[in-house]
């Protein structure tokens, strides 16, 4: 019975804090709901040019072949007074983008922009040096970043910079868009996950006060601001996610525009998407790990926000616990029918399928701002939310990995996630030369644990003696559906 004990001890402790999280989902929801529309504040008038503020755009870059063009030509068309504009092409590359992007350049800067690449000798610190050492000669009181892939429209800065005039403010971040949303089903789950930070969790934290996240690109921030928090560093896979927190706890302000989109390309590979959710998610263990003592010990800051600062750090554990629960419900589903006594524990257990109503009902709310009301675009959600949890618990094991790592403190080199320039199926990746050629041994284990969950599956029938017990039926088969995907979706992009 030890062995029994121990694996409800630790099933029901992974569902207590998914419970948790999904509470402040839940609290995030209501804070979403009755946030103030309008972003009505003091602003700079950018009709009168003594109040243009100087602007640097940075764009870190590195082997960007594919968009590097469509980058450089969109950012050339910002509407801004090009005698308050400098662009800064932080060009780390090591393979022939480096030659065509200085080439490029030159036919910009005779137009008379301001535009300069600037490429390091030695690439340290990765992007957040690369951020760093432009910061050192950039002209502008505000920076603005953008990644290779992210398309800004032309009035972008007209729309940002004018809330820089209220001196606490420190960033301004805007909503991503998808230019690709709907090029596959990958695209679409990646879509579907980025619009509930994007309006959920932004919304919900900012419109409190609560601590958010510069999402490393398609924002601004005051120079002073990165100065004042202790600059750029490259110690976190997730520099954008540390440099936010240390500027938050020095009382800097962030703004969050939900009503100013940023269109930007997805990874339609799953590798690319694998690489960039390993990053993103071993980043926010290492900055779990990095930040919470300054966060709970912070005395300028209400304990309500330090509650949401913690679970917004311990985003990406969320994962851990997931497969925790996973893996732990096929024992779960024995134990429940062979020991009499422990059945009124599972009745009290039966409670917390509550979190994913919760999550349910976030989710419904983002999706029917995008696409609209109405009982065909709710029965569309169904579907979506259906195969975006399916999907998200396919990832499981390799976010848990990555998590993991943050939390033990392996360190790793920031892999870039590939760039593509697609937009439609007609366009193909499969002769990009940056996808990544070799297999991970993770993706075994993913085609194990599909096994596995279809071994689940095929217990429902044969477990108790009254004829099998269905009520994990549908969770394992999400878990089955969802490693299966991305299982053979890993095994079919390498050929």
Same mark, same amino acid.
């Given at each position: 019975m030890y062995i029994e004990t121990g694996v409800i001890i630790i099933?029901?402790?992974?569902?207590?804090?998914?419970?948790?999280?999904?509470?402040?989902?839940?609290?995030l929801l209501f804070n979403y709901l009755s946030a103030k529309k309008n972003t009505s504040c003091k602003t700079f008038d950018l009709s009168n040019p003594e109040e243009v503020p100087y602007v640097t755009i940075q764009l870190p870059v590195y082997n960007?072949?594919?968009?590097?063009?469509?980058?450089?030509?969109?950012?050339?068309?910002?509407?801004?007074?090009?005698?308050?504009?400098?662009?800064?092409?932080?060009d780390d590359s090591t393979d022939e983008t480096l030659e065509t992007t200085r080439l490029h350049i030159e036919k910009l800067q005779a137009t008379g922009l301001d535009i300069k690449q600037i490429t390091r000798e030695i690439r340290t610190g990765f992007k957040a040096g690369a951020l760093k050492e432009g910061l050192v000669t950039a002209k502008g009181e505000f920076i603005a970043i953008f990644d290779s892939d992210f398309l800004p429209k032309k009035d972008w800065l007209k729309r940002t910079v004018p809330y820089f005039k209220n001196k606490d403010i420190g960033v301004v971040q805007t909503r991503w868009g998808h230019i690709n949303r709907n090029y596959s089903l990958l695209t679409k789950v990646q879509a579907f996950a980025l619009d509930a930070h994007f309006t959920l969790e932004q919304v919900g934290r900012n419109s409190k006060g609560h601590f958010i996240n510069f999402n490393g690109?398609?924002?601004?921030?005051?120079?002073?601001?990165?100065?004042?928090?202790?600059?750029?560093?490259?110690?976190?896979?997730?520099?954008?996610?540390?440099?936010?927190?240390?500027?938050? @706890? #020095?009382?800097?302000? +962030?703004?969050?525009?939900?009503? *100013?989109?940023?269109?930007?390309?997805?990874?339609?590979? =799953?590798?690319?998407?694998?690489?960039?959710?390993f990053r993103w998610n071993k980043g926010g263990a290492e900055n779990f790990k990095k930040?919470?003592?300054?966060?709970?010990?912070?005395?300028?800051?209400?304990?309500?926000?330090?509650?949401?600062?913690?679970?917004?750090? @311990? #985003?990406?554990?969320? +994962?851990?616990?997931?497969?925790? *629960?996973?893996?732990?419900?096929?024992?779960?589903?024995? =134990?429940?029918?062979?020991?009499?006594?422990?059945?009124?524990?599972?009745?009290?257990?039966?409670?917390?399928v509550i979190s994913t109503l919760i999550f349910f009902i976030c989710y419904w709310v983002m999706y029917k701002n995008i696409y609209g009301?109405?009982?065909?675009?709710?029965?569309?959600?169904?579907?979506?939310?259906?195969v975006f949890f399916s999907i998200a618990m396919g990832f499981s094991l390799h976010n848990s990995i990555a998590v993991l790592e943050g939390h033990w403190g392996k360190k790793s080199d920031f892999i870039r996630t590939p760039k593509f320039n697609i937009k439609n199926l007609k366009d193909s990746w499969k002769n990009n030369k940056y996808v990544k050629k070799s297999l991970s041994i993770n993706v075994l284990f993913e085609g194990l644990l599909m096994i596995y969950f279809a071994f689940g599956m095929y217990s429902a029938f044969i477990v108790g003696d009254q004829g099998g017990d269905f009520g994990l039926f549908p969770f394992h088969l999400m878990l089955f559906l969802g490693f299966g995907y991305v299982f053979f979706k890993s095994l079919s992009s390498k050929v």
């Open positions: 099933y029901t402790i992974a569902l207590i804090l998914i419970f948790m999280y999904a509470l402040a989902q839940l609290n960007e072949m594919y968009v590097m063009e469509r980058l450089l030509d969109n950012i050339a068309k910002i509407d801004y007074p090009h005698n308050k504009l400098e662009i800064q092409v932080l690109t398609a924002g601004i921030w005051r120079k002073e601001c990165i100065i004042d928090a202790g600059n750029w560093e490259g110690d976190t896979l997730t520099e954008d996610l540390d440099l936010s927190y240390r500027a938050q @706890l #020095n009382n800097w302000k +962030f703004k969050y525009l939900e009503d *100013v989109e940023t269109p930007a390309e997805l990874p339609v590979v =799953i590798s690319a998407a694998r690489s960039q959710q930040m919470i003592r300054r966060v709970l010990k912070n005395d300028n800051i209400s304990g309500k926000t330090k509650i949401h600062g913690m679970l917004h750090l @311990l #985003n990406s554990t969320m +994962f851990l616990n997931i497969l925790i *629960v996973a893996i732990l419900s096929i024992p779960m589903l024995y =134990i429940k029918n062979e020991y009499e006594h422990l059945k009124v524990y599972f009745f009290v257990m039966s409670f917390f009301k109405g009982f065909k675009n709710f029965i569309r959600y169904i579907g979506m939310f259906f």
